[in-house]
């Protein structure tokens, strides 16, 4: 049964992907791997990593014995991806590449490349992450179109394929897939579903797959490498010098090239200042990046948050949330950082706000916010909307108790002096 079955792995030069079209087939597919490239400028060292990750990913089709292709989506890109990523940082957000990057081309374009041009039944890619179907259901999509009419199949709305964490808690990629559309879910395995990370790099050390093993794990902007993100991104965008402002009491601490440079939380490198300072807020407007002198500082921490229109991976929201417009889960908007509890609030466009049992540090326009309950990732929303930080009430009492402190000492003044004793 196996044997008729075509699965195209997406390939990226690295050990998960290569374990994963070395199990694919070992359960008897006929795999086919496939290497993207999305972006071809030089490294810091001036190596095409592209051109490396490549020969690698050959390299492992020619180990396993399988058909090798590659295919460019460099212009898609830069229209789909990076494009959208300037635009972001110009309004003075923060986006996730590769969040952008698995919905438009992993699985869209390839999506498509593999099924369309390849006649693939389905696609794999290596990440940890888990499918609700099992492989023959993932086969029987093949046939299954998207619906072009006004409504939809009301079948495939009560019978959607869900998304779970992988086996490996600290490796589970589902973060980087809760923007994954429904469609393309439905025609993807996930060969290292239940595997950790040490069971894969032993499945790729015993069939000698020692190339990839030995490669340092990519960390990181993909494009970006370990080149300084400042003088990075001012490739693209003219510099906008502004100031650094003290959030406590309007202080000019310096200056810096363009609030798009910066993000929330992150030490600002301030010249002369001997102290750590830290940005907390951004004015596009005026320029103004707004500083706070230590890590922890109120203005960093809040605990709601608004989202654009919520993508949902099982297309509806769930019942709960659609018949009371409220409901409790789990919250992170960074990769493995701690799942914080939530309540959800639906709004009339779609979008959602998002109360914290707790408030977190830099929570930051543009990133993700994604939702989970139990092991299913719900889907997420960027985020367009912050509320107020721990540092707006505070500073708003203490302003309170001067003024309660200033019209005492008003009215100390006005009593009359007491009459001498006779």
């Not at 490198?269 to 706070?292: C, E, H, L, P, S």
């Amino acid at each position: 049964m196996g044997l008729s079955r075509h699965v195209v792995c997406a390939m990226s030069g690295g050990v998960d992907s290569s374990v994963a079209a070395l199990l694919l087939k070992r359960r008897g597919y006929r795999v086919t791997g496939v290497f993207m490239k999305n972006w071809d400028s030089l490294d810091e060292t001036g190596v095409c990593a592209a051109e490396r990750d490549c020969a690698d990913a050959h390299r492992v089709c020619q180990t396993l014995d399988i058909p090798f292709h590659q295919v460019s989506y460099v212009k898609e890109y830069w229209h789909e991806v990076f494009s959208y990523l300037l635009k972001e940082f110009e309004q003075g957000r923060t986006p996730n590449p590769d969040i952008i990057c698995n919905k438009y081309i992993k699985f869209n374009h390839f999506h498509k490349y593999a099924v369309k041009t390849l006649g693939a039944d389905a696609m794999a890619t290596g990440h940890y992450a888990r499918s609700s179907q099992e492989d023959e259901e993932v086969f029987q999509q093949t046939n299954i179109a998207p619906s072009t009419t006004l409504f939809r199949d009301r079948f495939e709305i009560r019978n959607p394929a869900r998304l779970y964490k992988g086996a490996d808690d600290f490796k589970d990629q589902t973060f980087f897939l809760s923007q994954i559309p429904q469609e393309t879910l439905r025609q993807t395995l996930f060969p290292l579903a239940g595997l950790t990370k040490e069971f894969v790099k032993k499945i790729a050390a015993e069939a000698g797959l020692d190339h990839v093993l030995m490669k340092r794990e990519s960390m990181g902007i993909c494009f970006i490498g370990e080149r300084n993100f400042e003088n990075f991104i001012l490739e693209y965008l003219e510099p906008k010098p502004g100031n650094f402002v003290s959030i406590e009491d309007g202080t000019i601490m310096g200056t810096h090239r363009g609030w798009f440079t910066l993000t929330l939380g992150q030490r600002a490198r301030i010249g002369g200042q001997k102290n750590a300072w830290f940005v907390v807020d951004k004015d596009i407007t005026t320029g103004d990046v707004f500083v706070a002198p230590t890590t922890n500082h109120p203005a960093l921490f809040r605990d709601t948050l608004g989202t654009d229109r919520f993508h949902w991976v099982a297309v509806d929201p769930p019942p709960e949330l659609i018949r009371t417009k409220m409901m409790e889960c789990h919250f992170r908007f960074i990769h493995q950082m701690p799942l914080t509890r939530c309540t959800v609030t639906l709004n009339t466009n779609g979008s959602v706000w998002i109360s914290l049992s707790e408030p977190r540090r830099a929570l930051t326009p543009g990133q993700f916010a994604v939702l989970y309950r139990g092991e299913e990732c719900l889907g997420s929303g960027r985020i367009i909307q912050l509320g107020p930080s721990e540092f707006t009430p505070q500073r708003g009492r203490e302003r309170l108790a001067g003024a309660a402190a200033a019209a005492a000492a008003g009215q100390l003044k006005e009593q009359p002096s007491p009459e001498p004793a006779g």
